[in-house]
């Protein structure tokens, strides 16, 4: 298994989150993540130049809603502050032609009516012209600095859409992904099924040269992921290189579906060994993940291998979905610690499978990767092969804006089956196994050393 780096878009859409910790933690978590398996970035997921945009998901995102305007936000954050609950009838109204923000008829907090007066005094009194859209930008990422986590936050609407990609799996593009090599080359590395790319006939190796009209063989993959993704051109003209000759293609933008579930079978002890890789929980994963898990069965495996090294997180529900296809509903798959008050949250369904399992981890297996191996740890009896996970112990909400920005706050800790909080800690695994260097040198299934000893163990 050569495991490929998708650079993540954070949210929380999974790049290198800052962090509040001491500097010793710091210090710690950096030298964790100076060695990751996976280096290849994803066409049409832009990497962001500005460092505090680079954030890997990390998050478990329970719900999101849509469609808020900002003072619908800052309403429902300061009533969050003031009474810990998240309501979200109180409305009022911002006008797009300079006039001030009105809150007449509508019942609000005292504080938000300081909070909107001097809003308005800004906007009326300051001796330069004022942006609104960022001042209240401002406010909101104010009281989101208050409260002090790493995991709340305002995202602006490009970072937003590249998360939102990410978390529902699919996006706009001709569907393959792109690498650099080290001399500055960008090629495809995979083309997926069923796409522009395919039906064009773009295939892996290809070099590119020219997208629409533009020589980019001075750009990096990030330029060519966005010229392509921002292209407002029905017919998107690609050059590439391939043998030494240059081939051109005409190929049309359309809804890509991310491939987030990825599955093989190993032989070893005259044993079939299933093995599923799961790289995000998007919305669409654990559909894909029953889907690769049945194909495996029907082959006539005899255990099961997980893969979340490196995933750093996604929804909720969907870690959910595919922790109940292992579990009966008599067994609980994590808690959720609200305000003190938890609730055990078990499988949704009455399925029950008997094969071993091991789960391999990594120090950036986060949050919904740390719900999944831990359920099927304490739960069902499986094995966690690695080294300790990232520790995320949070859950967020994410509501977007009708600028098509995001406000993101956690709402509850997540604890294990057995009521372990991992924040800060993250999943001990039962045989740890530190990364060989001999894989970065040369990445393969036989140089992956984490991989080899979950093998050999699950088929004794």
């Not at 890509?256 to 579930?261: D, M």
């Not at 499988?347 to 949050?367: D, E, G, H, M, W």
């Amino acid at each position: 298994m050569s495991k490929k780096k998708i650079d993540d878009i954070d949210n929380n859409l999974d790049t290198e989150k800052k962090t509040k910790k001491s500097s010793k933690q710091k210090d710690e978590k950096q030298e964790k993540k100076k060695k990751t398996k996976k280096e290849i970035k994803k066409e049409e997921i832009k990497k962001e130049e500005d460092t505090t945009k680079e954030e890997k998901i990390r998050e478990v995102v329970v719900e999101r809603k849509t469609g808020f305007n900002y003072i619908e936000v800052i309403v429902i954050m300061i009533i969050t502050l003031i009474l810990g609950a998240v309501i979200g009838s109180f409305i009022t109204y911002i006008f797009k032609d300079e006039k001030p923000i009105t809150t007449s008829g509508t019942s609000i907090p005292t504080e938000l009516e300081e909070f909107v007066k001097t809003y308005n005094n800004i906007v009326t009194d300051y001796y330069e012209d004022v942006d609104h859209d960022k001042l209240l930008e401002a406010g909101i990422n104010g009281m989101l600095e208050y409260l002090d986590d790493d995991y709340s936050m305002y995202m602006d609407t490009e970072t937003s859409e590249n998360f939102n990609e990410q978390v529902e799996g699919k996006y706009k593009g001709i569907g393959v992904e792109i690498m650099q090599t080290t001399d500055g080359v960008v090629s495809i590395s995979k083309v997926f099924k069923n796409t522009p790319a395919s039906k064009a006939g773009l295939k892996v190796g290809d070099i590119f040269v020219k997208v629409l009209g533009t020589d980019v063989t001075s750009k990096n993959s990030s330029e060519i992921s966005t010229l392509i993704k921002n292209s407002k051109e029905k017919e998107i003209d690609i050059v590439v290189k391939r043998d030494g000759e240059e081939k051109e293609f005409k190929l049309y933008l359309d809804e890509v579906e991310i491939e987030s579930v990825t599955s093989k079978v190993f032989e070893q002890n005259k044993k079939k060994i299933g093995y599923i890789d799961i790289s995000v929980f998007a919305s669409n994963t654990a559909t894909q993940f029953e889907k690769k898990l049945l194909e495996l069965e029907g082959k006539g495996i005899d255990s099961l291998v997980i893969d979340v090294r490196d995933n750093s997180g996604g929804y909720l529900s969907t870690v959910t979905d595919i922790a109940s296809l292992f579990m009966n509903k008599s067994k609980v798959i994590y808690q959720l610690d609200t305000k003190g008050v938890v609730e055990q949250i078990y499988s949704k369904t009455n399925t029950s499978r008997k094969y071993s399992i091991s789960v391999l981890i990594n120090q950036n297996s986060a949050s919904a990767s740390e719900i999944l191996a831990a359920a099927l740890q304490e739960s069902y009896g499986a094995k966690v092969v690695g080294v300790n996970s990232f520790g995320k112990g949070t859950v967020q909400k994410a509501y977007q804006l009708e600028s098509g920005a995001t406000v993101k706050y956690t709402i509850q800790k997540w604890l294990t089956p057995n009521g372990n909080w991992i924040n800060e800690k993250g999943v001990t695994p039962d045989i740890e196994v530190e990364m060989e260097g001999d894989y970065y040198q040369n990445p393969s299934d036989e140089t992956d050393n984490q991989l080899q000893k979950a093998l050999e163990d699950i088929s004794k």
